[in-house]
């Protein structure tokens, strides 16, 4: 039988019968308006290929990977110095090599900005500290060549390394252009990471230009930052010279013996150049959390991430140059390197820097109306606190413009869903996603050709062979399992920074099945190819012999109005039985936990999940640990109870709140098989 044409299977979606939980279709049109489209249609024309639906386009993307890779590279016309002798040799993993023999740059291809005349604003930037700016892209390319020749007097080379201490602002991203323009290495850590943090992590890249602010403000709150960065200075001796950005106080001084950030942008006649680097070649340094152990140092290369982030904008996300994205994130998070790829489709991004709390929730919807953002990007913990809050966010400001919006950070669960469609909007797509760190990217998320079930990561990302593997290995559909890539992906790391052996790589993603990626979360994929995360595999609560993930108890309990955060760990009996599970929960000012509340959580958990879900013990405490990049730590709090000293079980300065951690140590060491106590940690 024929395949039916792809249009036919989208007019099919939206005749076909409304199921309960299908809360967006695609448009009838929308291979004729989609970048998407645009590309099925040129496979058609320039490869001679068809697809009948996403399906099957998704399976020749992670089968063929030579034949889906090189027509990324083609389609989005990279720009190149030499052109790769092959697209892929060796596809084992580790060790997948792509692209060998072609040069090409970063910078070169984002400032390339298709579709953008010089006028154009690329750049829009807004935030609590100063006024907002906004740059065209003319005066973009203006300042990253004056930036790159303040670079280059500095003795910049290609492969060293420039750090930047600073907040989602113009200077940094122009930093990183300017750095990566000539070879060199960018790293970032966002102002709000302490000393200790930001050390961990660059002692290990040694570089040798740091660029820093003088403080931030948070809200209406001024943040001084002078002390941490002379304690930073002090800490890194590769360091050969310090450049200050005057951001809290346009009339600082920079720090003693460094420049000013005008002194580095000094007029020069010296032209924009691009160093042609290999495709491998490092762009830049992103780190793990760090919760154990140094954070790894992982090192991106300007190839694997150009290709990836023009698949995923533009493909997935249907960025182009109509578009004005947003996503709010810090500069240390990899969302930020992910939504500062946007002018490499054409698309103006737009930052800020700040509280997005301030002076109340609705602050980012706002900031959405007055710069026109088309695609809204955040993480599922502020959806889910505006959903608590009662707001709705279109009746405090004009979205009309907004036709997308992304979800990560953490699952979004089915009620996250129902608000966005309910308050915001209920033409705009609704995209959850997920990935991480390891592939600056995610590889489970949203496509316009496909509808958006409550609850559901709509598919797999294209070139992203994602599988759920049982506790035997094998691949299952319709269950719970080890999320894993079974193909390389060119954004997969280099590698680690000062690995030479590749060991500690290996160790990070490849021990458990050799030869596949195991990235850590527990993943149900279903028969239409849909995702459910659940959350974090080494946090995994096992009683009898039945995985639940984490993801669905926070939902369900935090959806209570008494609880503003929770925290949930499974003990395991050493004899082999149930063991114990436990929940902290963060309860809303003024509230003490009490019998009474107790039954309602365990009531719900039963009702909504299953009596396995109800925890043996319910504690009241006044934090849960998070990361600096709000990620709960199940594991160091399970450690913790478990008798591992706090210094051990986790990095404090990896934390965003470290004195958290106390509260548990404390109730570990005052706890008994009979306690029950309801006294706040």
């Known amino acids: 039988m024929a395949p039916r044409p792809m249009d036919s299977v989208v007019r099919g979606l939206r005749e076909g019968g409304a199921v309960g939980d299908v809360l967006w279709t695609p448009p009838a049109d929308v291979l004729q308006r989609s970048r998407i489209g645009n590309y099925l249609r040129w496979l058609r024309e320039h490869r001679g290929l068809d697809f009948a639906d996403y399906d099957e386009l998704w399976r020749w993307s992670v089968t063929d990977l030579d034949a889906f890779w090189r027509s990324i590279w083609d389609h989005f016309e990279v720009v190149a110095h030499t052109p790769p002798t092959a697209t892929l040799t060796d596809a084992g993993m580790p060790g997948a090599r792509w692209f060998p023999g072609a040069t090409l740059n970063y910078a070169q291809n984002v400032l390339r900005m298709p579709g953008r005349a010089d006028d154009d604003p690329v750049v829009i930037a807004h935030g609590q500290t100063r006024a907002p700016v906004t740059l065209t892209a003319a005066e973009l390319r203006e300042q990253v060549r004056r ?19 600073a907040p989602n602002i113009p200077e940094t991203y122009v930093l990183l252009l300017a750095t990566s323009s000539l070879g060199a290495i960018f790293s970032s850590c966002a102002p709000e990471f302490g000393t200790r943090s930001v050390t961990d992590r660059w002692q290990q890249i040694e570089p040798k230009v ?74 830049y340094v992103l780190y793990s959390s760090g919760t154990t152990g140094l954070p790894k140092p992982i090192v991106h290369g300007h190839g694997g991430i150009l290709l990836e982030h023009l698949k995923m904008l533009a493909l997935h996300h249907d960025l182009g140059p109509s578009d004005r994205f947003f996503w709010f994130t810090t500069t240390g998070w990899m969302m930020w390197n992910f939504l500062v790829s946007g002018p490499a489709v054409g698309a103006t991004i737009v930052l800020f820097d700040g509280n997005p709390g301030h002076p109340d929730l609705g602050a980012l919807w706002r900031l959405a109306e007055e710069t026109g953002t088309t695609y809204f990007g955040t993480s599922a913990p502020f959806l889910l606190a505006c959903r608590k809050a009662g707001l709705r966010p279109a009746e405090i400001a004009d979205l009309s413009a907004l036709r997308g919006l992304g979800s990560t950070g953490a699952p979004l669960p089915a009620e996250g869903f129902t608000w966005v469609y309910e308050t915001v909007g209920d033409r705009l797509q609704l995209q959850s996603l997920s990935g991480g760190t390891d592939v600056c990217t995610g590889f489970v998320g949203g496509v316009p050709l496909l509808p958006v079930h409550a609850g559901e990561i709509t598919c797999r990302a294209l070139g992203a062979k994602v599988e759920a593997r049982s506790a035997d290995g094998t691949p299952v559909v319709g269950e719970l399992g080890e999320l894993v890539i079974t193909a390389p992906m060119p954004s997969m790391p280099v590698g680690f920074w000062n690995d030479p052996d590749g060991r500690r ?8 099945y050799p030869g596949v990626w195991r990235h850590g979360d527990w993943i149900t994929i279903n028969s239409r190819g849909g995702c459910v995360i659940t959350g974090r595999s080494d946090a995994t609560l096992n009683r009898g012999g039945v995985r639940l993930g984490t993801a669905e108890f926070y939902s369900v309990v935090e959806g209570l109005d008494e609880v503003v955060d929770s925290v949930v760990v499974h003990l395991e009996d050493d004899e082999g039985g149930a063991g114990e599970l436990l929940l902290f929960v963060v309860l809303a000012e003024g509230l003490e936990l009490d019998d009474d509340l107790r039954r309602a959580i365990c009531r719900e958990l039963r009702t909504s999940l299953s009596p396995r879900h109800v925890p043996d013990e319910i504690h009241q405490v006044r934090a849960v640990p998070r990361t600096l990049s709000a990620k709960k730590l199940e594991v160091p709090v399970k450690k913790i109870l478990t008798g591992t000293p706090v210094d051990r079980a986790a990095a404090k300065g990896a934390l965003a709140n470290p004195e958290s951690l106390t509260a548990f140590a404390t109730f570990a060491q005052r706890r008994t098989p009979d306690a029950n106590s309801a006294t706040p940690a």
């Open 147 to 165: 930036v790159a020749a303040g670079l280059r007097r500095l003795g910049v080379v290609a492969g060293d390394r420039v750090a930047a201490y």
């Open 210 to 283: 740091l660029v820093a602010v003088d403080g931030y403000r948070y809200g209406d709150k001024p943040v001084d930052r002078r002390g941490e960065v002379a304690a930073i200075r002090a800490a890194l001796p590769s360091l050969e010279h310090t450049v200050g950005i005057a951001y809290l106080d346009p009339a600082a001084t920079p720090p003693e013996g460094a420049l000013g950030w005008d002194e580095l942008t000094a007029e020069t006649d010296e032209p924009l150049t691009f160093t042609p680097v290999p495709f491998d070649h490092p762009l």
């Open 505 to 512: 790589y290996r160790e990070a993603y490849f021990e458990v």
